[in-house]
């Protein structure tokens, strides 16, 4: 069974940055996007960002554009998302997820197969 592990999260104040990084167990596991969705109290979980591997193509959450970078290592299943210019309305628990099957929407968590056990990001005001 595939893993993902992430890493990354913490605390800092509002305008501040944070780089998370998801990593999966097996090196040869083959997926066709991994991404980051988040969770805030109270609230339904969210699509933040995913990079599709075969065509390539990166894909954001309104929310984030401009703020957020995903980017990663298709050879290693490793996936960074590099936040930007924090929000205390950017705080979550964020997590990893991969998808195996080609072709279906990857904006979709339900998509998704594995999912990592998140990690917690505290935007201060």
């Known amino acids: 069974q595939v893993q993902l592990v992430e890493s990354g999260g913490g605390l800092v104040q509002a305008g501040g940055s944070l780089r998370l990084s998801c990593a999966a167990s097996?090196?040869?596991?083959?997926?066709?996007?991994m991404g980051w969705f988040r969770q805030a109290p109270g609230k339904e979980r969210e699509f933040v960002a995913t990079?599709?591997?075969?065509?390539?193509?990166?894909y954001y959450a309104n929310s984030v554009k401009g703020r957020f970078t995903i980017s990663g290592d298709n050879a290693k299943n490793t996936v960074y998302l590099q936040m930007n210019s924090l929000k205390p309305e950017d705080t979550a628990i964020y997590f990893c997820?991969?998808?195996?099957?080609?072709?279906?929407?990857?904006?979709?968590?339900?998509?998704?197969?594995?999912w990592g056990q998140g990690t917690q990001v505290t935007i201060s005001s």
């Open positions: 997820a991969a998808v195996e099957r080609l072709g279906v929407s990857v904006l979709d968590q339900y998509a998704y197969d594995y």
């Open positions: 097996e090196r040869t596991f083959r997926n066709y996007a």
């Open positions: 990079i599709k591997w075969s065509g390539g193509g990166a």
